[in-house]
């Protein structure tokens, strides 16, 4: 995820020295702070750029990240961080066209989500026919099928068509693997089919009698005769947020833990009041021993 290799610090090493040990120790806070200012003697390195793109997202402050990734990009600096950053900020804006030509030009965050934020910008656009077929060409990827079918159901109910999202679902040629989320949207389109029996003994089935809040209260909605609404993607920034959540979420404990909350940091600025990735970010900065930020994200 590193910029392309650029000149040697100029000016204060001091700040660049104290912001790289701040950044190795996951202080992002301070990071800030000293990548700020070293930028200030050094405008345009690209290491310095980086740092301090990659420790505002890490630091949950998504706009001030978004400002240092296009002075990078402007720059011509490849950087993975610096371009998953713009394309936050491009689907938040509702600039899908730009997004699409990110993908295009190979400016994306990689092969594993590229394709699928494709497929959301389309969707995002107003092209639902193109937005199925990109899903379905991620789907033939090799290892992608499941993440790819899973990502187009939620397409499917987002848009009210919640007989072809069950369709994906119950299909046991292609069984998708039960994440909770997953399981809750499931839940929620069986309902929206009126299809609550089935939605209760599914929930029953997967958690059992042990639930936390959010499914008991899904039972209890359930129980009374009350159809659930579909929640799990409203928007098509929620799609793609689900995207980047479910890489961190696949990440964490395979991947370092300062890697995983980019992943999770990228997924609240897309959706806010995703409460998940907001635990996992916190669940994160908790192991790097930063109980100040993990204090912020909850």
């Given amino acids: 995820i590193s910029a392309t290799a650029g000149p040697a610090i100029s000016g204060n090493s001091g700040d ?7 950044r190795m120790s996951s202080d992002y806070d301070a990071a800030v702070y000293y990548y700020v200012r070293a930028l200030g003697d050094d405008p345009k390195n690209p290491q310095l750029l980086e740092g301090a793109a990659l420790s505002q997202l890490s630091a949950g402050d998504l706009p001030r990240a978004v400002a240092v990734a296009q002075r990078m990009e402007e720059g011509g600096i490849e950087s993975q961080v610096s371009q ?5 900020d491009e689907f ?12 295009a030009d190979d400016r994306g965050v990689g092969p594993l989500v590229d394709g699928l934020m494709a497929a959301w910008a389309q969707l995002g656009a107003g092209d639902m026919t193109r937005a199925l077929a990109d899903f379905d060409a991620v789907a033939n990827t ?9 990502h187009k159901a939620l397409a499917l109910a987002m848009v009210g068509d919640f007989e072809a999202s069950e369709a994906i679902y119950e299909d046991e040629d292609d069984p998708l693997q039960m994440t909770r989320r997953g399981a809750m949207a499931r839940i929620e389109v069986l309902s929206q089919l009126d299809r609550d029996a ?12 042990d639930l936390d809040p959010g499914l008991s209260r899904m039972r209890a909605e359930l129980e009374a005769g009350h159809t659930l609404p579909f929640t799990h993607v409203g928007k098509v920034t929620d799609g793609v947020a689900e995207i ?18 980019i992943y999770a940091r990228i997924a609240e600025a897309l959706r806010p009041d995703h409460v998940d990735a907001i635990l996992l970010s916190a669940e994160l900065l908790e192991n790097m021993d930063q109980p100040a930020l993990a204090t912020r994200a909850y």
């Fill in 244 to 261: 980047f959540y479910s890489v961190a979420a696949a990440l964490k404990g395979e991947a370092t833990d300062d890697y995983t909350l």
């Fill in 142 to 150: 090799k290892g992608m099928r499941g993440f790819a079918l899973y």
């Fill in 92 to 103: 938040n804006r509702g600039d899908f066209q730009a997004v699409l030509d990110r993908v």
């Fill in 198 to 209: 089935d939605a209760l003994a599914m929930l029953d089935r997967l958690f059992g009698s």
């Fill in 84 to 88: 998953g950053i713009l394309a936050a």
């Fill in 16 to 22: 660049y020295l104290a912001a790289r040990q701040a």
